[in-house]
């Protein structure tokens, strides 16, 4: 079931979907009848961190594009439940309140709401493992699938460097926009711009303001993530065209973690982006816009033959 909300951008109105208990706050860019991409954002950021500009240009090449607060950030429902200590953050293995399969789940009901007979699917860091999820357990809604900055789980590939598990742990800044702004030359590509640095200071207001001031969500997030199963073999099961992008400098997962998902994928494609970190800057948005069109191009191809 889907309602509407109050706009934040023209021509966009937020809306609602319903799965189970959860309500996923969404937008829908373009035209019905073409084809529908789901954009998945990674760990604690709302569907703003998919820049509007990012979605638009999707749009002008020809596809309808929804952006979604994932569960339990944004305007989406938010639960109850621990986050990690410092221990249990160094350890990797914390309580969950809920898996990474819950939120793949999520996603698929989503789809079934606004784009019933599929669609291709792009995930980012966290998004990139949801996204392989839910092709894996919902491939009959799955038309193609673009994973970024991901890994196959299998705790071997695309493990992240001690230096930012450590940094983690440190104290933030106080002013929350800095912080993020911090955390993004920590972890993000190389030679981030002044444009890059403006994104997240536009951004991360609306974000907060968008949170109800309950950020919470990223800790619960995280647990998942320390929970996650091994996805090769089901990984190995898909028969979609599917893009693998990874950024030879990312730090968060390391680019093993890019080689391994597209071995696992029968006819994958690995684009691997000189300089690019754990981040979309926008010096990159080319080569990853390009990379999901040709992708979304060969499955229409494969469906429409």
């Given at each position: 079931?889907?309602?509407?909300?109050?706009?934040?951008?023209?021509?966009?109105?937020?809306?609602?979907?319903?799965?189970?208990?959860?309500?996923?706050?969404?937008?829908?860019?373009?035209?019905?009848?073409?084809?529908?991409?789901?954009?998945?954002?990674?760990?604690?950021?709302?569907?703003?961190?998919?820049?509007?500009?990012?979605?638009?240009?999707?749009?002008?090449?020809?596809?309808?594009?929804?952006?979604?607060?994932?569960?339990?950030?944004?305007?989406?429902?938010?639960?109850?439940?621990?986050?990690?200590?410092?221990?249990?953050?160094?350890?990797?293995?914390?309580?969950?309140?809920?898996?990474?399969?819950?939120?793949?789940d999520?996603?698929?009901?989503?789809?079934?709401?606004?784009?019933?007979?599929?669609?291709?699917?792009?995930?980012?860091?966290?998004?990139?493992?949801?996204?392989?999820?839910?092709?894996?357990?919902?491939?009959?809604?799955?038309?193609?699938?673009?994973?970024?900055?991901?890994?196959?789980?299998?705790?071997?590939?695309?493990?992240?460097?001690?230096?930012?598990?450590?940094?983690g742990?440190?104290?933030?800044?106080?002013?929350?926009?800095?912080?993020?702004?911090a955390?993004?030359?920590?972890?993000?590509?190389?030679?981030?711009?002044?444009?890059?640095?403006?994104?997240?200071?536009?951004?991360?207001?609306?974000?907060?303001?968008?949170s109800?001031?309950?950020?919470?969500?990223?800790?619960?997030?995280?647990?998942?993530?320390?929970?996650?199963?091994?996805r090769?073999?089901?990984?190995?099961?898909?028969?979609?065209?599917?893009?693998?992008?990874?950024?030879?400098?990312?730090r968060?997962?390391?680019?093993s973690?890019?080689?391994?998902?597209?071995?696992?994928?029968?006819?994958?494609?690995?684009?691997?982006?000189?300089?690019?970190?754990?981040?979309?800057?926008?010096?990159?948005?080319?080569?990853?816009?390009?990379?999901?069109?040709?992708?979304?191009?060969?499955?229409?191809?494969?469906?429409?033959?």
């Open positions: 079931m889907i309602d509407g909300g109050r706009a934040e951008q023209k021509d966009a109105p937020e809306q609602f979907a319903h799965v189970g208990d959860i309500r996923l706050c969404h937008q829908v860019f373009g035209a019905e009848g073409d084809p529908t991409v789901v954009l998945i954002m990674g760990l604690g950021l709302d569907m703003l961190w998919w820049r509007d500009e990012f979605c638009e240009d999707l749009v002008g090449r020809g596809f309808r594009v929804i952006r979604f607060d994932n569960r339990d950030v944004g305007r989406s429902t938010h639960l109850s439940g621990p986050a990690p200590t410092a221990w249990q953050y160094l350890r990797r293995s914390a309580p969950v309140t809920y898996s990474l399969e819950d939120m793949a999520d996603t698929a009901g989503l789809i079934r709401a606004v784009a019933p007979r599929g669609a291709h699917i792009v995930g980012v860091s966290l998004g990139s493992f949801i996204a392989q999820q839910t092709a894996i357990r919902h491939p009959d809604l799955t038309r193609s699938l673009v994973s970024i900055m991901g890994r196959p789980g299998d705790r071997r590939n695309g493990k992240s460097s001690k230096r930012y598990l450590l940094s742990l440190r104290a933030p800044k106080p002013d929350p926009v800095d912080e993020m702004v955390a993004f030359e920590r972890i993000g590509s190389r030679d981030r711009t002044e444009a890059d640095e403006n994104d997240v200071r536009t951004i991360m207001p609306r974000s907060l303001a968008r109800g001031g309950d950020d919470t969500g990223s800790g619960r997030q995280i647990a998942a993530i320390f929970a996650e199963a091994d090769t073999r089901g990984l190995r099961d898909l028969r979609i065209p599917a893009l693998v992008i990874h950024g030879d400098a990312d968060v997962i390391a680019p973690g890019g080689r391994a998902t597209a071995a696992a994928i029968p006819s994958a494609e690995l684009l691997t982006i000189p300089g690019m970190g754990h981040d979309l800057a926008r010096r990159h948005w080319d080569v990853v816009l390009d990379g999901i069109e040709a992708t979304v191009r060969r499955a229409e191809a494969t469906t429409s033959a």
